[in-house]
């Protein structure tokens, strides 16, 4: 019985793509991935990030390979899902992680500022659910995951471009998984609440880019205040749904948004 249950959750044999690799969920979904059996290959444009997550994948006995991409470039996220094809032979599950934050009021917001998010936010996810769904399609299995948030929710003021591209990411995910199903593929997206990662404290920096522990300290008080559960989260609550989504313990699962978010949002 207990076999049965771990092997729903195994990805012995499989191989796994993760973008945004270098740092915060992504770094840890390549972990917990490996630890579940799968071989990775990691994708950032943060080439240093990226050496140091090769590292913590083989410190747990896992196999990695990683390649500067930049998602926001169509050819680059080809190439990344190539390399993984030619490396490893096949492509089983693909994590779109790579993101980017800004704030600011609407009436305030610059055109360049807009772009950067969007591209890197939508264009990237995009890109990536092509790439991926082209290599899984001559497979016919394959499970694509997308990084939204709970920002997609609900409405928060300095928040509009952040949130506006994980709707669409929302959006996304469901129409990818109309198309891509007949060939075995499922999309979903997970939406993490306030996750622990160099992202999320970019919030609490002051003005010399440190940062400021008491500003930290009130700001993770109030988004645990925003959990029923009165909690905030880590990087392994995020990818422990991601490998829920990624093996075959969520075969009929697709076209879904998992709200690993302690409660803050719940539409
Ligand atoms: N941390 C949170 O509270 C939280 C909450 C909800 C959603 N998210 C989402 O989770 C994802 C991961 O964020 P994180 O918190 O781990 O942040 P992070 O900053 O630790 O990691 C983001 C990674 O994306 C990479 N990246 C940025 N632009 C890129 C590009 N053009 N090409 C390739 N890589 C690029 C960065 O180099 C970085 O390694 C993001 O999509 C983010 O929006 C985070």
Same mark, same amino acid.
């Given at each position: 019985?207990?076999?049965?249950?771990?092997?729903?959750?195994?990805?012995?044999?499989?191989?796994?793509?993760?973008?945004?690799?270098?740092?915060?969920?992504?770094?840890?979904?390549?972990?917990?991935?490996?630890?579940?059996?799968?071989?990775?290959?990691?994708?950032?444009?943060?080439?240093?990030?990226?050496?140091?997550?090769?590292?913590?994948?083989?410190?747990?006995?896992?196999?990695?390979?990683?390649?500067?991409?930049?998602?926001?470039?169509?050819?680059?996220?080809?190439?990344?899902?190539? +390399? =993984? *094809?030619?490396?490893?032979? #096949?492509?089983?599950?693909?994590?779109?992680?790579?993101?980017? $934050?800004?704030?600011? &009021? @609407?009436?305030?917001?610059?055109?360049?500022?807009?772009?950067?998010?969007?591209?890197?936010?939508?264009?990237?996810?995009?890109?990536?659910?092509?790439?991926?769904?082209?290599?899984?399609?001559?497979?016919?299995?394959?499970?694509?995951?997308?990084?939204?948030?709970?920002?997609?929710?609900?409405?928060?003021?300095?928040?509009?471009?952040?949130?506006?591209?994980? +709707? =669409? *990411?929302?959006?996304?995910? #469901?129409?990818?998984?109309?198309?891509?199903?007949?060939?075995? $593929?499922?999309?979903? &997206? @997970?939406?993490?609440?306030?996750?622990?990662?160099?992202?999320?404290?970019?919030?609490?920096?002051?003005?010399?880019?440190?940062?400021?522990?008491?500003?930290?300290?009130?700001?993770?008080?109030?988004?645990?205040?925003?959990?029923?559960?009165?909690?905030?989260?880590?990087?392994?609550?995020?990818?422990?749904?991601?490998?829920?989504?990624?093996?075959?313990?969520?075969?009929? *699962?697709?076209?879904?948004?998992?709200?690993?978010?302690?409660?803050?949002?719940?539409?």
């Amino acid at each position: 019985m207990q076999d049965e249950l771990n092997q729903a959750f195994r990805l012995d044999g499989r191989v796994a793509v993760v973008t945004g690799a270098a740092s915060g969920i992504g770094r840890e979904a390549a972990r917990v991935f490996a630890l579940a059996g799968a071989r990775v290959v990691l994708g950032d444009v943060n080439e240093a990030g990226l050496a140091e997550s090769v590292a913590a994948v083989q410190a747990v006995g896992g196999e990695a390979s990683a390649r500067r991409t930049d998602v926001t470039q169509r050819a680059e996220v080809d190439a990344l899902a190539e +390399a =993984a *094809v030619r490396a490893m032979g #096949r492509l089983d599950v693909w994590v779109n992680s790579a993101g980017a $934050v800004t704030y600011g &009021a @609407v009436l305030e917001t610059a055109e360049p500022e807009l772009d950067r998010l969007t591209n890197v936010n939508l264009k990237g996810t995009y890109w990536g659910c092509a790439a991926a769904a082209r290599a899984m399609q001559a497979q016919g299995a394959g499970s694509i995951i997308n990084v939204s948030s709970t920002g997609a929710d609900s409405a928060g003021a300095g928040l509009s471009v952040y949130a506006m591209t994980k +709707a =669409a *990411v929302n959006t996304l995910t #469901r129409t990818c998984a109309k198309e891509f199903g007949s060939f075995g $593929v499922r999309v979903n &997206a @997970v939406a993490p609440g306030w996750i622990d990662t160099p992202m999320a404290n970019t919030r609490f920096r002051d003005s010399d880019g440190e940062i400021d522990p008491e500003l930290r300290e009130r700001g993770l008080r109030d988004r645990a205040q925003a959990s029923p559960l009165g909690l905030t989260g880590v990087p392994r609550d995020v990818a422990l749904a991601m490998l829920y989504l990624a093996s075959d313990a969520g075969r009929f *699962v697709t076209g879904q948004v998992l709200r690993p978010n302690g409660g803050a949002s719940m539409p």
